[in-house]
């Protein structure tokens, strides 16, 4: 699949290129290209979420890191879900305008990018 970010799946017309991504084991969207949310925002899907916290953990991190008793097995820390291994809120610029406004909104301003990208390449 060529890159591209992930909300056009929302237009009809570019449903066909997301064909077969549901065989992924993840994907990445960058909602601010897509969402108009602000940038620091990338949302990572995953089939096995146990292989992001694998890979993630504080365990594949470097060694002062190691033996922190906050992490452990039977506790599982938002910030081991992150590269950054922090935890700021970042999900909510996402979550909240698709809740406020509903998917709708965004496919149109989606479906009038996709518009305007055809009426520039039209004047190329």
């Known amino acids: 699949m060529p890159p591209?970010?992930?909300f056009f799946?929302?237009?009809d017309e570019m449903k066909q290129l997301f064909v077969?991504?549901?065989?992924?084991d993840s994907i990445v969207v960058n909602p601010h290209k897509g969402l108009f949310t602000s940038g620091g925002v990338g949302v990572l899907v995953v089939k096995d979420g146990k292989k992001l916290q694998h890979c993630c953990s504080l365990e594949e991190t470097p060694s002062c890191f190691k033996g922190s008793s906050v992490f452990s097995a039977e506790h599982v820390s938002p910030s081991e879900l992150s590269f950054e291994l922090t935890r700021p809120f970042r999900g909510a610029q996402m979550w909240l305008p698709l809740k406020v406004f509903?998917?709708?909104?965004?496919r149109a301003a989606l479906e009038e990018k996709l518009l305007l990208?055809?009426?520039l390449y039209g004047k190329l």
């Open 102 to 106: 509903g998917v709708g909104v965004f």
């Open 20 to 24: 077969g991504v549901e065989r992924s």
């Open 117 to 119: 990208a055809r009426y």
């Open 4 to 6: 591209m970010e992930g």
């Open 9 to 11: 799946a929302l237009c």
